[in-house]
């Protein structure tokens, strides 16, 4: 059985001990049903992963951290997916597979022709929720480092942030003209991939993509749904530019 590995954002060094947030320790203890003495994991989230001895006492516990180790599970690359926002669970199963394919930050997409609208309240709390389940994929896949989740933007804001001119730029399109492995460049560091909702973008928002200089990529003969596309396209292109 794997060491249990859980992110602790604060306070971690090395021969220190420290109280574990209340949810952390329920989770060790009464969902995971560790005793006191286990060898468990702890990472912040900017590099590097401490093992550490569980403390239980009563309802709480606290963890004596080892010597920092300074492994990485990272991509060679750097991929950042913008996602056109999905309904129901699908972007928390998109968010989950993005953080164990190795993505470096996702930007959630307020499309036109989204079928999810956020705003005020409701969006601060789906954000929290979001970045919980990219908290959690990365305690489960290995990563020592969490993948940045933006607030939800319009495609224009998006595409204004983005640098085409440092990496490459693409987004999924099941007509485009070019395939994934065409458009690839061998070299290439930063990826930017682009992926529409259920519906899929409107035509204004394909030329404001090209307008920016984004090119638009087909990925294999089938139309893919998009908590489907855009993950595909991470690991054909992590795949392709050697980058696992």
Excluded at 76 to 82: F, R
Aim: net charge neutral; with cysteine; glycine share 12%.
């Amino acid at each position: 059985m794997a060491t249990p590995r859980f992110y602790c954002p604060a306070g971690l060094a090395a021969g220190r001990s420290i109280e574990l947030p209340q949810g952390l320790a329920h989770h060790a203890l009464r969902v995971l049903r560790l005793r006191d003495g286990a060898a468990i994991v702890l990472f912040d989230g900017h590099g590097g992963e401490y093992p550490a001895t569980l403390q239980a006492s009563g309802k709480g516990a606290s963890a004596l951290l080892g010597a920092h180790d300074a492994r990485e599970a990272e991509l060679a690359g750097e991929i950042t997916l913008l996602q056109g926002i999905a309904a129901g669970d699908k972007m928390d199963w998109i968010i989950e597979k993005a953080v164990e394919l190795g993505v470096r930050r996702l930007v959630p997409v307020a499309a036109r022709r989204s079928v999810l609208q956020l705003s005020g309240a409701r969006l601060e709390k789906r954000q929290q929720h979001w970045e919980r389940v990219a908290q959690a994929a990365s305690e489960q896949c290995g990563r020592n480092r969490l993948m940045a989740i933006a607030a939800p933007q319009s495609l224009g804001d998006c595409l204004r942030e983005l640098d085409v001119a440092a990496g490459l730029a693409l987004f999924c399109h099941p007509e485009a003209p070019q395939s994934l492995a065409q458009a690839l460049r061998p070299g290439t560091r930063q990826l930017a991939l682009l992926v529409g909702p259920e519906g899929g973008w409107s035509e204004d928002e394909l030329e404001l993509a090209r307008g920016h200089g984004l090119q638009a990529v087909r990925h294999g003969a089938r139309v893919l749904r998009t908590e489907t596309a855009g993950l595909a396209l991470v690991a054909a292109a992590s795949a392709l530019l050697g980058w696992d």
